[in-house]
C-alpha cells in the first residue's frame, strides 16, 4: 500500500466515548501532521510530529490527545468530545526534518461525528 | 493573528475558460506560500513559493508570489471539467504553522 492511510474512515461516536483515529504513512516522510477540516472554515493545523517529537501544538483543546509511536504512525485519541468537534480530520506527512511544512501528502480523511 | 484570504470564494467557468484564483496574506514571519487542490477529501499538493516573481508551472497550471503586496496568485489556463474542485491556500510561518484560507470552489462546466 502506497501513500497516506487513515482508518476508521467515517466514526460516530457519543460524547462520553472513547475512540482513536489512525494515520500511517508508506513515503518514508519525517513529518506527520494532523488536520481538523469544518465545513465553511479554513483547515486548522492541529499537531505537527518531526521525527516523532511533537513541534507543534496549536492550542488544541486537551480532549484530542495525539501519539507518535514511530515516523511512519500517528494517532488521535479522542475522549469527552464535543458535538462542534464533528469534522473531517485529515492526515498528512511530509519529507522534511526540521519541521518545516514543506510539500504535503495528505491521507483521506476521517468523517467525524459526534452526537 | 495571521490571517489569509482567499477571492473568489466560489467560482462558475465554462471549459476553455482561463480562472485567476486569488490569495492574500498578513502574516509574521513568513516562510512559504503552498497552493493545494481538494477535490473529494485530501487536498493534493500543487506549488510551494518562497520567493517573489519566480512562476512556478504545472501544465495549464501556473502560480506567482509577489511578497511586496503579500499577495498570490494561480492561473489555470483552458479549463476543463476535471479542474473542478476547492483551490486552497496556505501559509507557513515560523514554528512550522499553516495557516489556510477558506479556499475558492471553481465549477467547470462543459
Known amino acids: 500500500e502506497t501513500g497516506v492511510t487513515q482508518t476508521p474512515r467515517h466514526l460516530v461516536m457519543g460524547m462520553t466515548n472513547k475512540k482513536s483515529l489512525k494515520c500511517e504513512q508508506h513515503?518514508?516522510?519525517?513529518?506527520m501532521y494532523w488536520y481538523k477540516q469544518s465545513a465553511k472554515k479554513p483547515l486548522e493545523l492541529m499537531f505537527v510530529y518531526s521525527l516523532e517529537e511533537r513541534v507543534e501544538n496549536n492550542s488544541v483543546p486537551s480532549r484530542f490527545s495525539p501519539e507518535c509511536p514511530n515516523s511512519s504512525h500517528l494517532f488521535l485519541h479522542l475522549h469527552t468530545l464535543q458535538p462542534e468537534d464533528s469534522a473531517l480530520y485529515l492526515c498528512?506527512?511530509?519529507?522534511?526534518?526540521?519541521?518545516?511544512?514543506?510539500?504535503?501528502?495528505f491521507g483521506p480523511g476521517t468523517r467525524l461525528t459526534v452526537t | 493573528e495571521d490571517k489569509v484570504v482567499q477571492s473568489p470564494l466560489s467560482l462558475v467557468v465554462h471549459e476553455g475558460d482561463t480562472v485567476t484564483l486569488n490569495c492574500s496574506y498578513e502574516v509574521t514571519n513568513f516562510r512559504s506560500l503552498l497552493w493545494y487542490k481538494q477535490e473529494k477529501k485530501a487536498p493534493t499538493f500543487l506549488f510551494m513559493l518562497t520567493s517573489s516573481g519566480i512562476e512556478k508551472k504545472s501544465g495549464r497550471l501556473s502560480s506567482i508570489l509577489d511578497k511586496k503586496e503579500l499577495f498570490s496568485i494561480l492561473n489555470i489556463t483552458a479549463t476543463q471539467t476535471g479542474d473542478s474542485a476547492v483551490y486552497l491556500c496556505?501559509?507557513?510561518?515560523?514554528?512550522?504553522?499553516?495557516?489556510f484560507g477558506e479556499g475558492t470552489q471553481l465549477t467547470v462546466n462543459p
Open positions: 496556505a501559509v507557513e510561518t515560523s514554528g512550522s504553522r499553516l495557516t
Open positions: 513515503l518514508g516522510h519525517n513529518a
Open positions: 498528512a506527512s511530509s519529507p522534511g526534518t526540521s519541521g518545516r511544512v514543506n510539500e504535503q501528502y
